[in-house]
T-cell receptor, first 112, second 110 residues
Framework: SQTIHQWPATLVQPVGSPLSLECTVE??????LYWYRQAAGRGLQLLFY??????ISSEVPQNLSASRPQDRQFILSSKKLLLSDSGFYLC???????????FGSGTRLTVV | KQEVTQIPAALSVPEGENLVLNCSFT??????LQWFRQDPGKGLTSLLL?????REQTSGRLNASLDKSSGRSTLYIAASQPGDSATYLC?????????FGSGTKLNVKP
């Protein structure tokens, strides 16, 4: 069966520090991968999605970037965090086409 | 651009009640619609997935319907329990993109 792993679960980082969040999927190949952010009390915002290795689509211009170095690995990064980057970050995957989505357990990021 | 709206934003009911959560979307050209549950501080758990060619899906006490032509979906929860308390999100799928509503926060009182 397919599983999705996301880490770390929680992270507290100072303003201006770098960020790297990792997401991996097991049990499938060539998944579509997604990064979402959920700010406190707000809905889910799609940040990036990827349909293949090295293929990244950005939905919102911001202080973050994403990379997909391997088929089942999706990384969210920042060179210098801002206070506004605080939030709950969720990774998700889907098979290409009209199948449903499965989410990871999320990373709670607090920038201080 | 697809816009997804969920009504009500919050709902509080006594245990045992049947309830309906609503989801509407502006573009009927969707691949599927999915209902999720999110507990505080947790990720999203998929409840039901309705393909664009389907009208409804059922799982236990949950029933979700889809009317593409009117851009609406409902999630029916029968005999609600305190353990059903959570935020319920609906999402519609376009081409490689997933659009979420802002959710309905449900509180089931014992």
């Amino acid at each position: 069966s397919q599983t999705i792993h996301q880490w770390p679960a929680t992270l507290v980082q100072p303003v201006g520090s770098p960020l790297s969040l990792e997401c991996t999927v097991e049990g499938t190949s060539n998944p579509n991968l997604y990064w979402y952010r959920q700010a406190a009390g707000r809905g889910l915002q799609l940040l990036f999605y990827s349909v293949g290795i090295g293929q990244i689509s950005s939905e919102v211009p911001q202080n973050l970037s994403a990379s997909r170095p391997q088929d089942r690995q999706f990384i969210l990064s920042s060179k210098k965090l801002l206070l506004s980057d605080s939030g709950f970050y969720l990774c998700a995957w889907s098979a290409s086409g009209d199948y449903g989505y499965t989410f990871g357990s999320g990373t709670r990021l607090t920038v201080v | 651009k697809q816009e997804v709206t969920q009504i009500p934003a919050a709902l509080s009911v006594p245990e045992g009640e049947n309830l309906v959560l609503n989801c509407s979307f502006t573009d009927s050209a969707i691949y599927n619609l999915q209902w999720f549950r999110q507990d505080p501080g947790k990720g999203l758990t998929s409840l039901l997935l309705i393909q664009s060619s389907q009208r409804e899906q059922t799982s236990g006490r949950l029933n979700a319907s889809l009317d593409k032509s009117s851009g609406r979906s409902t999630l029916y929860i029968a005999a609600s329990q305190p353990g059903d308390s959570a935020t319920y999100l609906c999402a519609v799928t376009g081409f490689n993109k997933f659009y979420f509503g802002s959710g309905t926060k449900l509180n089931v009182k014992p």
